[in-house]
């Protein structure tokens, strides 16, 4: 899973023969089996899963290292297998290279500098479109922009871009989602020719690091998982533990260092992006009618 972004080898074609693929395919797994004894013999060990999951950091700065159209289909089609609500596969990626379409971009993001720069940039959306084209089929009639629908939408976006993410990981990538782009939706829709029944949930800049930040601690597993009932009760305790917690991590981190807390933050992000034309925009794209 330490993967270096090394394209893969196509080991079949229509003038290949059984044999010669087999012999190839060989080949490959002597070679990776060859790197894995190297890599042990130096100490190495390879990184699991959960491990990966559990070093994802957000990266903004990026080599120069081109991301192939090959790597990026790689990691498209393995999002594509994550689940979907009633398996109506909602998203819409829109791949963003124009120059000028990402400097737009950025200015809406307010000013996000990796929206220019990153080797890949990526516009999530949610898509309707197709299910109410099987809707007509069906003779069922248009959507009518229930907020189960939105729903629907929305969490199928973010579990396929997620999927995205951790496949890119996989591949010796690193990402970052950009949620300025709700800052004027419109404004997206206008530049990327958006519809009706698509809006957009947030950007993704890829490429290869070029940074090492340090990871964020997050809140102790016991403070999200309740046992059989919700307790509201530990949610103050919770808060100040993880205050203290993270006050002397943003004190101590290699950048960037600030004297601030969870609570500071959270509420800074909270409260001073309600983004108050959301609701309105959202009715436009033909959603949160009803």
């Known amino acids: 899973i330490n993967g270096a972004g090394a394209e893969a080898t196509h080991i079949w074609d229509s003038k290949t023969t059984l044999r010669e693929a087999y012999a190839t395919l060989m080949e490959q797994y002597r070679l990776l089996f060859e790197i894995g004894a190297q890599n042990r013999a130096r100490g190495y060990e390879p990184m699991t ?28 089609e393995s999002a594509q297998h994550a689940a979907s609500s009633s398996f109506i596969q909602a998203t ?40 109410e084209a099987a809707s007509l089929k069906a003779d069922a009639g248009e ?23 951790l496949a890119a990981e996989s591949l010796g990538l690193g990402g970052v989602y950009i949620g300025g782009i709700r800052n004027n939706p419109a404004r997206v829709c206008e530049l990327l020719e958006l519809p009706r029944l698509v809006y957009p949930v947030f950007g993704m800049c890829l490429g290869y690091p070029a940074q090492d930040p340090g990871i964020k601690p997050r809140m102790p597993l016991d403070a999200m998982l309740h046992q059989e009932r ?3 009760s ?24 600030r004297q601030s807390n969870w609570s500071a933050q959270t509420t800074n ?22």
């Not at 959507?143 to 993410?165: K, M, P, R, S, Y």
């Not at 992000?269 to 009803?290: D, N, P, S, T």
Request: proline share 1%.
């Open 49 to 76: 899963f959960k491990a990966m999951m559990n070093e994802h950091r957000s990266i903004r700065e990026y080599d120069d290292r081109p991301v192939s159209d090959d790597t990026l289909r790689q990691i498209l």
């Open 269 to 290: 992000a909270v409260q001073g992006k309600r983004r108050e034309h959301m609701l309105g925009f959202l009715q436009e794209q033909g959603y949160l009618k009803k």
């Open 230 to 232: 919700f307790d509201a």
């Open 234 to 257: 530990r949610a103050t305790q919770i808060v100040d533990a993880y205050d203290a917690q993270m006050a002397d991590y943003y004190a101590s981190r290699g950048s960037n260092v």
């Open 143 to 165: 959507l009518d922009g229930w907020t189960e629908h939105f729903i629907a939408a929305t969490v199928d976006v973010a579990l396929v871009a997620q999927n995205a993410l």
């Open 92 to 131: 819409a990626i829109v791949r963003v290279a124009n120059a000028d379409t990402r400097a737009d971009i950025s200015e809406v993001a307010g000013g996000q500098r990796w929206v220019r720069e990153a080797p890949i940039f990526l516009v999530w959306c949610a898509d309707m479109t197709r299910i």
